[in-house]
RNA sequence: GGCCCUAUCGUCUAACGGUUAGGACAUCAGGUUCUCAUCCUGGCAAUCCGGGUUCGAUUCCCGGUAGGGUCACCA
């Protein structure tokens, strides 16, 4: 054992979580439990301006949904709190200070409207912006009022990403970046190094957008005398249409939309994590369990993916099936539709047994269900639209329902059983299943689809299916 | 525009110099004594382009092209 295993998800409480924040979490969080190390939530807000209420508690909220859990955040007392950087603001006039006394910092004396025209000047001559061409030759004293800046040191890095590879920049990507706002608040840039230093991350993972900015970050740990962590960082998820990173605006969906929509937590998860990872086998299906033992960073891809909501539907009915049907009810409570409710967790059970294999999502189960629950009105112009029994007389098609009642009243009432008569009513009457099988689906069911027949005539009860038959009946006589 | 990253079926991906370029989703066609689904069988479908290196390139190198990221007192 080396250095003990400590990753982070450092989310700033700015919106909700999406599958590319999602994704990040999960991989960290994958690591740290494989290798028997911590996970961290740290919330990262200091941005006032784009803070939005609810949003630490919405991200929480998801984590827990996915099964993400931490072993040290802003609700989990740790050795190196507080884990919420809004209170670390001491910690990081600290750290600055440090900086400010070896001279690696110094006031910006600018104002943004001058700033701003260092910019467009650069813009003109078509060339990156560097604050650095402009730094003060006599910066005043720090007074906290305006920003602190890094007094960089420009030079090529080399340096090595788990999921990159080897990477390297020149020394015109070095520039002095703001530690400390104006407002007395730290830069991500700056508040991020001090606290996975502080905090002994030893993994930092996160999304591509930080790719830029590594070289910059490697230059400050050096002026704080820090050792670098590991870097690993994540592809884009991009959006199903078009080729950008998924963002909000491009229709990222909150990962709480998905639970609600009737998905799975084990499926978000395994989908999530097949985007840009596999083990090198073809399995497609992985237990949460099965994630931990088998994930790695080296075997994540580099390039991004797009998400495919049709594949992630065909997963959900993976692992909707790999539940047993105890576990698939627990899942189910709160997607019943209204009078299903109110029915036995027994009745449930069985009916979910029926429709087990038809769930895409737990919400087309209202949709599935309903004539179990429910006496549908009886929809003659069914049969009519019914290619094989559309050529049968009425007189004809009500006969069969009769006779088919009439055996129905006496018979033992199992599905077995049930099969074995509606199987002798095909040779009493040398009809086709086709025919005799539609027929009597259509006239205890009105539905489109449903299990097959013997099944849904168990589940249905004599009772209740000699009511079904007597009102299709009586519909099909007045016709 | 500068810098960085990326590039295999429509989509997610496998193949770490030698394969008829594999799997999955989607799609199409069949099968499972009725429907819808599940399940099974089969079909269609890809190495961005151009140079090198090599006996041999999806794979290594260079150049294009395309996509993405970044160049904030946002993270």
Redesign the pocket.
Known sequence: MSQPIRTRF???P?GFMHVGSARTALFAWLIARQQHGQFILRL????R??HVEGSAEHLIKSLRALGINYDEGPDVDGPYGPYIQSERLAIYRQWAEKLIETGRAYA?P???EE?EAF?AE??A???????RHHRPTNPPAWDGT??LRLKSEPKAYHWHDEV???????P??I?D??LI???G?????F??IVDDAEMKVSHVIR???????T?NYLNLYEALGLDRPIFA?M??I?A?N????L?KRDGAKDILDYLRDGYLPETLVNFIA?????D???Q?IFSVEELIDKFSLD?V????????E??????N??HI?NLSTNELAERAVNFWGESAKATSPERQREILELVK????TLADLPLLTEYFFERPAPNWSMVNDNK?LSKLSNDELIGYLELARQKFETVDWDSNNL?IQ??GL?DQTGQ???????L??LAVSW??????????LAVLGRDETLARLDLAIETGRQL
Request: cysteine-free.
């Open positions: 450092a989310p700033s700015t990262e807000d200091t941005d301006v784009r910006d600018y104002t943004p700033l910019r650069a813009r001559n078509k060339q990156a912006f560097l604050y305006t920003p990159m590879g080897d990477l390297s920049s020149g015109e990507v520039d970046i703001v706002k104006s407002d608040y730290p830069t991500y840039n508040a991020h999304g591509q957008e930080f790719l830029a900015s070289p960082t592809p884009h991009m199903e078009g080729r950008k990173k963002g097949s985007l840009g990872w596999n090198g086998t073809e497609e075997r891809g580099r390039s991004g993916a797009r998400f495919d049709k594949r992630l539907e065909w997963m009915g993976q099936r294999d038809r769930l895409k094989q099969q509606l199987n095909l086709k299943p086709g025919i005799l099988f539609s009597i689906r539905a489109p689809f449903s299990p097959a027949l013997n099944d849904t």
